[in-house]
């Protein structure tokens, strides 16, 4: 048995169109899922970055850290970011997640939301450099969010997730070509949230 994993550590699958996503809710043990939260909140070195979206300049509402190992750079909303390297908590998260997912990741994106003002809107994970069908693995610790996702063409399909602490959702298949998801803003709740996305830079 895996110390670091929760006992009870089911697989549910979503059952969305054009989509494969899977769910851990109890992925890590809450023991688990506390020191990690508290070393990665400590430890990262947090930027917030100002984004551009038609021309006009916003701060992004959160914190971000991007850490890798290849150096490569990852872009997005014009932002381009430089890894540093992988720290040992870093790794250790990335080596269990690899094993599960069956899949090796070059770069993890941090995001930090403060508390319920801060967000992620709406947006695929489809940049070229993840190349066609990425496998998008999203580790949750601290407060429990709410995470939508909506399909690009069908208006009528969409799924609220809440995500836990210590939990994991996969994304994989066709999910970043056919649907879009964010994590909207919130007034129920104060205390801050960190996510993982590891995702492999061709
Ligand atoms: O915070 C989350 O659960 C989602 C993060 C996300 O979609 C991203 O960083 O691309
Ligand atoms: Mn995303």
Redesign the pocket.
């Known amino acids: 048995m895996n110390l670091f994993l929760s006992e009870e550590n089911k697989a549910l699958q979503l059952d969305l169109p054009d989509a494969d996503v899977v769910y851990y809710p109890n992925f890590f043990s809450k023991e688990k899922a506390d020191t990690y939260f508290k070393t990665l909140l400590s430890e990262t070195n947090w930027q917030q970055d100002d984004i551009t979206v038609f021309g006009k300049t916003y701060q992004q509402p959160r914190l971000?850290a991007l850490y890798g190992e290849n150096g490569k750079s990852y872009s997005?909303s014009g932002i381009t970011m430089n890894p540093l390297p992988f720290t040992s908590v870093l790794k250790e998260i990335k080596n269990i997640i690899e094993e599960v997912s069956e899949e090796i990741y070059n770069v993890v994106?941090l995001?930090l939301?403060r508390n319920g003002q801060d967000s992620?809107g709406w947006?695929s994970?489809n940049e070229k450099e993840l190349g066609k069908n990425p496998v998008?693995a999203?580790v949750?610790l601290g407060a429990e969010?709410v995470?939508h996702l909506k399909h690009k063409d069908d208006k009528d399909l969409k799924k609220s997730i809440q995500?836990q602490h210590g939990s994991l959702?996969i994304m994989k298949g066709r999910t970043q070509e056919k649907w879009k998801?964010?994590?909207p803003k919130t007034k129920k709740v104060d205390s801050p949230?960190i996510?993982l996305?590891f995702r492999t830079i061709q």
Do not use: E, K
């Open positions: 971000t997005y994106l995001n939301y992620n947006h994970d998008i999203s949750s969010r995470f995500l959702l998801h964010q994590l949230r996510n996305t």
